[in-house]
């Protein structure tokens, strides 16, 4: 679910990609399971449908390869780095002055309008429809090429190898104690991070592929976004300013979502105590359920303590059972829709809507959230 670490030093391999024989073993393992059972039951959500299994491996080869290729395509246009940096925050300032003095036009015009008491006619090519086109590719523009200067930067300035250079304590070397300290760092740092995809629209945008299937089984697991690079996220090299060298991070990663793997499933029930410290299959069906109760809980990796100290736990109830997918479920297998839809559906939105900062809380704020006037301002953008 996250990006890569810096590859600049040769470290531990990869063990999410390791384990991809791990991962289809237990697949075939549960689909054969499930198939034993069906006869004696109705169908359920932790079934095996092939179109929707065929798009979550997609999804899963694409968050293998992605990652090998996006950030050298945008490493040219890095802030600080790239040849082409500067012209990126050129052109980013450039739309938001644009798109500035566009909304002021066509506010003034309405404003002029409503003190005539006139409409135009319809289908006529006013001067504030006009502004209006140009606010809201303007607004576009801004949020993309912004965010692409935003997201490259951070990336850049927060590499575990540049963080390690500049660490505040002393190695703590690769010794057990080590290692787990980096595990348990990088499993609190990860529930900051998933919480926070759930709650800024444009983090949700690339994290929305994860919750897209109404199935859960142990292919859902593998239904990975392929934009980590598009997001921001809290470093996990914060690790390395505390004498966490890079590799451990990169091993703490991989122990990490090895872990989450095992936890997709509707096979496995309540394991009992354990669920009061470590995450489950239980807990994790919470998280997937596009329910109101169940809704942005249930954020934790490895450890479900996270949740239970800052608010955002909620038990598995038999009363309400787990309903998978999105509060509005996009009916499609095609993976370019899966992983696209949401971007899309969050640009119409910034070109709907009017002034800078509103357009801003569309991209930050909460998934669902927005600004007061939101429908009428669409309609007269769609006119």
């Known amino acids: 679910?996250?990006?890569?670490?810096?590859?600049?030093?040769?470290?531990?391999?990869?063990?999410?990609?390791?384990?991809?024989?791990?991962?289809?073993?237990?697949?075939?393992?549960?689909?054969?399971?499930?198939?034993?059972?069906?006869?004696?039951?109705?169908?359920?959500?932790?079934?095996?449908?092939?179109?929707?299994?065929?798009?979550?491996?997609?999804?899963?080869?694409?968050?293998?390869?992605?990652p090998l290729i996006v950030p050298r395509l945008l490493r040219p246009f890095t802030p600080g780095r790239g040849r082409y940096?500067?012209?990126?925050?050129?052109?980013?300032?450039?739309?938001?002055?644009?798109?500035?003095?566009?909304?002021?036009?066509?506010?003034?015009?309405?404003?002029?309008?409503?003190?005539?008491?006139?409409?135009?006619?319809?289908?006529?090519?006013?001067?504030?429809?006009?502004?209006?086109?140009?606010?809201?590719?303007?607004?576009?523009?801004?949020?993309?090429?912004?965010?692409?200067?935003v997201t490259?930067?951070?990336?850049?300035v927060t590499e575990p190898e540049r963080l390690w250079r500049r660490r505040l304590l002393p190695a703590l070397g690769s010794g057990p104690a080590a290692v787990a300290l980096a595990v348990a760092g990088w499993d609190f740092i990860y529930y900051w991070n998933h919480r926070f995809d759930h709650e800024s629209r444009y983090m949700w945008a690339m994290h929305v592929v994860h919750h897209s299937s109404e199935h859960y089984n142990f292919s859902t697991a593998l239904r990975q976004p392929v934009a980590d690079a598009l997001g921001t996220?809290?470093?996990?090299?914060?690790?390395?300013?505390?004498?966490?060298?890079?590799?451990?991070?990169?091993?703490?990663?991989?122990?990490?979502?090895?872990y989450q793997f095992w936890i997709h499933t509707e096979t496995i029930g309540h394991l009992g105590a354990p669920e009061a410290v470590l995450n489950s299959p239980s807990h994790h069906r919470v998280h997937h359920g596009a329910n109101r109760r169940y809704l942005d809980r249930n954020h934790g990796s490895i450890l479900i303590v996270w949740d239970r100290l800052f608010g955002t736990f909620e038990p598995e109830s038999a009363g309400e059972p787990v309903v998978y997918g999105?509060?509005?479920?996009?009916?499609?297998?095609?993976?370019?829709?899966?992983?696209?839809?949401?971007?899309?559906?969050?640009?119409?939105?910034?070109?709907?809507?009017?002034?800078?900062?509103?357009?801003?809380?569309r991209l930050v704020r909460p998934p669902g959230w927005a600004p007061a006037g939101a429908a009428a301002e669409a309609a007269e953008v769609a006119a």
């Open 1 to 66: 679910m996250m990006g890569p670490m810096s590859d600049r030093r040769q470290g531990p391999p990869d063990l999410t990609v390791v384990a991809v024989p791990f991962y289809l073993g237990s697949m075939a393992a549960e689909y054969l399971w499930l198939r034993r059972q069906a006869g004696d039951r109705d169908p359920i959500a932790g079934d095996y449908e092939r179109r929707d299994t065929i798009a979550s491996l997609a999804m899963g080869v694409g968050s293998l390869v992605a």
């Open 85 to 149: 940096g500067k012209v990126v925050i050129a052109a980013a300032l450039g739309a938001v002055a644009v798109t500035t003095v566009a909304d002021r036009v066509a506010r003034r015009s309405d404003e002029a309008r409503r003190a005539d008491h006139a409409a135009p006619a319809p289908g006529q090519d006013t001067e504030p429809s006009g502004a209006r086109r140009v606010a809201s590719v303007g607004g576009v523009a801004a949020v993309v090429i912004g965010g692409m200067a």
């Open 152 to 156: 490259t930067g951070w990336a850049a």
């Open 233 to 258: 996220t809290l470093p996990y090299g914060t690790l390395c300013l505390l004498g966490i060298a890079p590799e451990l991070i990169t091993t703490a990663r991989g122990v990490n979502l090895l």
């Open 326 to 361: 999105l509060t509005k479920d996009i009916s499609t297998y095609n993976p370019l829709r899966i992983a696209t839809h949401e971007y899309a559906a969050l640009a119409r939105d910034v070109a709907a809507t009017r002034g800078l900062w509103r357009r801003a809380g």
